[in-house]
């Protein structure tokens, strides 16, 4: 069984950076799909980034294009999500979730996932 561990939450004023880190212990193929997810309270979970395990093909939600970058190290079987400009509409329980045969997809429905991690908090304050 697979486990992915978040961390690098934490709270930061609007305008900040912070950068998530999220340790995959999962089985990886070359279809592999890396994705980052969040949920605001009182709002549904809802797509962020992903990112191809296998090449660098990359998918952003329109909310963060721009402000927020995905990537990896396929060594250390890791990936991240660096956001900058950080706003308060930011403030969420990030997610990390892998799926491991996309097909060529990255997906940006939470139900094509199959692992996910526990979360953590990222706060932006005004």
């Known amino acids: 069984q697979g486990q992915l561990v978040e961390s690098g939450g934490g709270l930061v004023q609007a305008g900040g950076s912070l950068r998530l880190s999220c340790a995959a212990s999962?089985?990886?193929?070359?279809?592999?799909?890396m994705a980052w997810f969040r949920q605001a309270s009182g709002k549904e979970r809802e797509f962020v980034a992903a990112?191809?395990?296998?090449?660098?093909?990359?998918d952003y939600s329109n909310s963060v294009r721009g402000r927020f970058t995905i990537s990896k190290n396929n060594a250390k079987k890791t990936f991240y999500l660096q956001m900058n400009n950080l706003e308060p509409e930011d403030t969420a329980v990030y997610y990390c979730?892998?799926?491991?045969?996309?097909?060529?997809?990255?997906?940006?429905?939470?139900?094509?996932?199959?692992?996910w991690g526990q979360g953590t908090q990222v706060t932006v304050t005004a």
């Open positions: 999962v089985r990886v193929f070359s279809s592999t799909v």
């Open positions: 979730a892998s799926l491991e045969s996309g097909y060529g997809r990255l997906p940006s429905q939470e139900y094509e996932y199959d692992y």
């Open positions: 990112i191809m395990w296998n090449g660098d093909n990359t």
